[in-house]
């Protein structure tokens, strides 16, 4: 399935065979795809303006043309990002407009998924020494440009390690705190945190 989230909840994309045996969730709602683009804008706006549903899915018996007519509602930005533990069981996590995230950004026109991590782990955090792992997985989410326009950044995530060293956050991309936060007796946080921030580091803990 193909999710999205829109603020805290999530959007997922189906073939009609996918929900043939999902039951009715409580605080659910699954709905048919009509065919037709406009009809999704009602359910973007009412993930944006309420939580009155903590998920959507919405299928069609095309997926992928369901997919391309909803992503040519937004402008896609892709963006790379990691988890980076300094070996002794803590992740490196910032703190950036109220809610905890992992250092992540765009990736800039002809540069590598991979390299575009590490570049901005270490621009957002100020560290060096980054060595690259596997690939964690991919999350999507979406917002608005400056310009008032919907965007889905598509962000590639990897598992990385660097040695503890001083954290210096980029002040000038809104990052007010960088800290290196122990996960080796579970996943908890002080303060709260992207529910897809939450599934990259569940999936990166299972691994």
Same mark, same amino acid.
């Given at each position: 399935?193909?999710? !999205?989230? !829109? *603020?805290?909840?999530?959007?997922?994309?189906?073939?009609?065979?996918? $929900?043939?045996?999902?039951?009715?969730?409580?605080?659910?709602?699954?709905?048919?795809?009509?065919?037709?683009?406009?009809?999704?804008?009602?359910?973007?706006?009412?993930?944006?303006?309420? %939580? +009155?549903? @903590? *998920?959507?899915?919405?299928? &069609?018996?095309?997926?992928?043309?369901?997919?391309?007519?909803?992503?040519?509602?937004?402008?896609? $930005?892709?963006?790379? /990002?990691? $988890?980076?533990?300094? @070996?002794?069981?803590?992740?490196? &996590?910032? &703190? +950036? +407009?109220?809610?905890?995230?992992?250092?992540?950004?765009?990736?800039?026109? /002809?540069? #590598? #998924?991979?390299?575009? =991590? !590490?570049?901005?782990?270490?621009?957002?955090?100020?560290?060096?020494?980054?060595?690259? @792992?596997?690939?964690?997985?991919?999350?999507?989410?979406?917002?608005?440009? #400056? *310009? /008032? %326009?919907?965007?889905?950044?598509?962000?590639?995530?990897?598992?990385?390690?660097?040695?503890?060293? #001083?954290? $210096?956050?980029?002040?000038?991309?809104?990052?007010?705190? =960088?800290?290196? !936060?122990?996960?080796?007796?579970?996943?908890?946080?002080?303060?709260? =945190? &992207? %529910?897809?921030?939450?599934?990259?580091?569940?999936?990166?803990?299972?691994?």
């Amino acid at each position: 399935m193909y999710e !999205i989230y !829109i *603020n805290t909840n999530k959007l997922i994309l189906a073939d009609n065979q996918q $929900v043939k045996n999902i039951k009715s969730i409580e605080n659910h709602l699954i709905a048919p795809y009509s065919g037709k683009s406009k009809s999704l804008f009602s359910y973007i706006d009412m993930m944006e303006k309420s %939580k +009155r549903f @903590g *998920n959507i899915i919405i299928h &069609f018996h095309d997926k992928k043309k369901l997919i391309q007519d909803f992503q040519k509602l937004y402008v896609i $930005v892709k963006a790379a /990002g990691g $988890v980076v533990n300094n @070996g002794s069981g803590k992740v490196l &996590f910032i &703190f +950036r +407009r109220g809610y905890w995230d992992l250092p992540k950004g765009k990736i800039d026109p /002809g540069e #590598k #998924k991979k390299a575009a =991590a !590490i570049r901005e782990v270490e621009e957002e955090t100020g560290i060096t020494q980054v060595t690259l @792992g596997k690939k964690i997985r991919i999350t999507r989410h979406t917002y608005r440009l #400056k *310009n /008032g %326009k919907r965007a889905i950044k598509r962000t590639h995530w990897y598992a990385m390690s660097a040695p503890q060293q #001083k954290l $210096v956050p980029q002040i000038e991309e809104d990052i007010t705190e =960088a800290k290196w !936060i122990d996960l080796t007796n579970g996943y908890i946080l002080d303060r709260p =945190a &992207f %529910k897809n921030i939450d599934e990259v580091i569940l999936d990166y803990l299972e691994k």
